[in-house]
Every structure is written in structure tokens, then in C-alpha cells.
Nanobody
Framework: QVPLVESGGGWVQAGGSLTLSCQAS????????MAWFRQAPGKDREFVAS?????????YSTSVKGRFTISRDNTTEDSAYLQMNSLKPEDSAVYYC????????????????WGQGLQVTVSL
């Protein structure tokens, strides 16, 4: 069972916006950080953004900083969001939500739980 369920991907024109959502579908105990990664065809999975359990401590890759915003809701539901603005064709990829107990990391192999992936396509 995949503990994280993503939604919100799709197609958008360059300069547009999309918001990705990630909700925990099962019990994830303890304090945990959440992150978004992405993988384009023929490329390695790369870090996009992360957020600590307590917030507002966030980190971004240089390629998305200033355009993307990560946030989370620890109150009503275990959810994380990625607001993506000023999208570029090079942002096209499959986006993955991930979580891990403890502090956030930019390394994908340190995450315990993953979503199924969402396709985001940005066209000119």
C-alpha cells in the first residue's frame, strides 16, 4: 500500500501555474519531513523542495527557488502541497511526494515513503 497519495498534475502552458497535493493515506508516526522530487525522461530523480515537520523551515533547489512554494497542513490532515508558478518547459517531469521520519533531506534515498508520481507537462 502506498502511504502517500498525490493529485493535481497535468498540462499547462509555459508561464502558468499548477498546485500538487500529497496526502498520507496511512499512519505515518512521529515527526516527519516531506519533500517533492521530480524525474524527467532519461534523467536522474532530482530534489525539488522539502519542508520540516514543524515548519516553516523549507529548502528548494536552485532551479525552482522563487517560483515554487512548498507547504503542509498538519492540523486537519497529513498533507503537503507544491505551488508551482511561472512554469517552464524544463519543469516537465514526473513529480513525486516523499516523507521520512526526522529532518528533511535533499537525498531521495533517505526517504521512507513515496507517492505514485504525477506527470506535469509544460508546453510553449
Amino acid at each position: 500500500q502506498v502511504p502517500l497519495v498525490e493529485s493535481g498534475g497535468g498540462w499547462v502552458q509555459a508561464g502558468g501555474s499548477l498546485t500538487l497535493s500529497c496526502q498520507a493515506s496511512g499512519p505515518i508516526f512521529g515527526n516527519y519531513a516531506m519533500a517533492w522530487f521530480r524525474q524527467a525522461p532519461g534523467k536522474d530523480r532530482e530534489f525539488v523542495a522539502s519542508i520540516e515537520w514543524s515548519g516553516p523551515y523549507t529548502a528548494y533547489s536552485t532551479s525552482v527557488k522563487g517560483r515554487f512554494t512548498i507547504s503542509r497542513d498538519n492540523t486537519t490532515e497529513d498533507s503537503a502541497y507544491l505551488q508551482m508558478n511561472s512554469l517552464k518547459p524544463e519543469d516537465s517531469a514526473v513529480y513525486y511526494c516523499a516523507s521520512r521520519t526526522g529532518g528533511a533531506s535533499a537525498h531521495s534515498d533517505r526517504y521512507d515513503y513515496w507517492g505514485q508520481g504525477l506527470q506535469v507537462t509544460v508546453s510553449l
